[in-house]
């Protein structure tokens, strides 16, 4: 079975044909090379729709396609796969039956799922699918996500808001109106609001730095045992951008945790091919009302 697969984020659609010999096991799944085209945001929501069905043409023409997965940012309806909300990063997608479109264009079975909700679903399966795992996300902010194992449905993936835990009373002010929130402390962009650089590795390096990496970590650790008290997960994930250069800090962060619990602490393994992969895993084993 080849997917030709979709991760739609603000600036970048990237696209790659997933073939699948094992639909239950995501370790048979193969992605092929990444194709990147500009999402264009700005140019309006038919200039993104055409960026996104060409991405998916020229998949489906050059693999000879059996079905679309798309993982794409805003908050999407598992069950219909519709667009219920989307920031101005993708101007027009709120109310946007994505789906329904795809089906209708292309004459194929389509899935579209949340983003994020892939990426937890593609690192849950990619450890072992039958654990209960919380996945932190530090990017721009911090997303977070509790997987449990069983039917992969619309109540398998729980957006946790851990982003938005009060971490300091009285804190930096967060998008969301709060002070104090994690996301202002544990994500790249904190990092970079504190160490006023752009090349976050430098928190991990440099010794003038060190009050940093410090603060990073009491807080991120912070986030972890709040998240394995309340949800007794038996692995935390951490996955972003930070993680991708985890070989400066993670063993100094994770000495810090107490291990004495179940709960493993593990680095997200699947990158930037998180997206595409849960949406493919989902498309195949994903139980939808409407999709
Ligand atoms: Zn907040």
Known sequence: MKIACLDVGGTTIKSAVVTVSDPADIKS???????????????????????ILSSVSSLAEKYGCDRIAVATAGTVDWDSGKVTYATDALPGFTGYDFCRDLKDVFSMPA?????????????HCFGDPSGR???LTLGTGLGSALVKPGVLDADCVEDLHLGHIVLHEDGYVCKCGNKGCAEQYVSASALKRDSGVNDISQVFTKKELAKVKADFFENMKKVVEYAISKYAPDDVVIGGGVVEIKKLWWNDFTSLCDKTGKTVIRPAVLANKAGVLGAAYSALCGKFKNQ
């Not at 799944?29 to 960026?51: H, M």
């Open 29 to 51: 799944y193969d992605l092929g090379a990444f194709s990147f085209v500009p999402t264009e945001a700005t140019k309006g929501f038919d200039r993104i729709r055409a960026n």
């Open 133 to 135: 795992d919380v996945v």
């Open 111 to 123: 899935t579209v799922i949340n983003d994020a909700t892939a990426a937890a679903v593609a690192e």
